[in-house]
């Protein structure tokens, strides 16, 4: 069954400092991966998603993530963090060919301190 | 529409009542979702409609939760009997992705907010 696995559940940076937050997935097929961000009292957003094109895949707002097939990775970077991208962000796998659904991560807390 | 539109956004209620929740998609996405997201948690699915029909309702907790697309447009979730665990926001999705290559990208609503006394 397909499954992500999101490492930590509170990321704290300073604003100006890198941002990584850690994804490994599971699957049984070959997935789409994608992050999405919700930011306090707002809904989900699209960040980026990934589907066997390239590895690196860029998105919006200066984040980054590498699918890494040895490793069973998707971590998301961004090289200087921002105050406003203090928010919750879930990595999120595709289901398997039977099925459509997309699986969450429990997702990653992320502060941003000045 | 131009977005998911999903009401009420709040929705108060006792324990024991019944419960519909309604989710208008964008135009043309024939596939719509229903997740549930609890306190602290990622979002968990629940059911999803290609067209009037569920194609996957593995995630639906018990049979006090239902859902029907009857026109293949808006969505509507019912839930019987609530309980107090079933506090939650209610999320709806919906995509225009019908399988095959490429990604299923969904657009979500902002939520409805369920509170069960």
């Known amino acids: 069954a397909q499954s992500v696995t999101q490492l930590d559940s509170h990321v704290s940076v300073s604003e100006g400092t890198p941002v990584l937050l850690r994804c490994n997935y599971s699957?049984?097929?070959?997935?789409?991966l994608f992050w999405y961000v919700q930011h306090p009292n707002k809904g989900l957003q699209l960040l980026l998603k990934?589907?066997?094109?390239?590895?690196l895949v860029k998105g919006i707002n200066g984040f980054e993530a590498e699918f890494k097939k040895s490793e069973t990775s998707f971590h998301l970077t961004k090289p200087s963090a921002h105050m406003s991208d203090a928010a919750e962000y879930f990595c999120v796998v595709s289901g398997d060919g039977a099925t459509n659904k997309l699986i969450f991560g429990t997702g990653t807390l992320l502060a941003v301190q000045p | 529409g131009a977005g998911v539109s999903q009401t009420p956004s709040n929705k108060v209620t006792e324990k024991g009542k019944y419960v519909e929740l309604r989710c208008d998609p964008i135009?043309?996405?024939?596939?719509l979702y229903w997740y549930r997201q609890s306190l602290g948690q990622g979002p968990e699915f629940l059911i999803y409609?290609?067209?009037?029909?569920?194609?996957?309702d593995s995630g639906l907790p018990n049979d006090r939760f239902f859902a029907v697309r009857p026109e293949g447009s808006v969505s509507t979730l019912k839930i019987q009997r609530t309980e107090r665990g079933d506090s939650a926001v209610y999320l709806c999705?919906?995509?225009?992705?019908?399988?095959?290559?490429?990604?299923?990208?969904?657009?979500f609503g902002a939520g409805s907010r369920l509170t069960v006394l």
């Open positions: 999705a919906s995509s225009n992705y019908g399988g095959g290559s490429g990604a299923n990208v969904l657009t």
């Open positions: 135009s043309g996405h024939t596939a």
């Open positions: 990934y589907t066997s094109a390239a590895t």
């Open positions: 409609f290609q067209g009037t029909g569920a194609a996957d």
């Open positions: 699957s049984s097929y070959s997935p789409s």
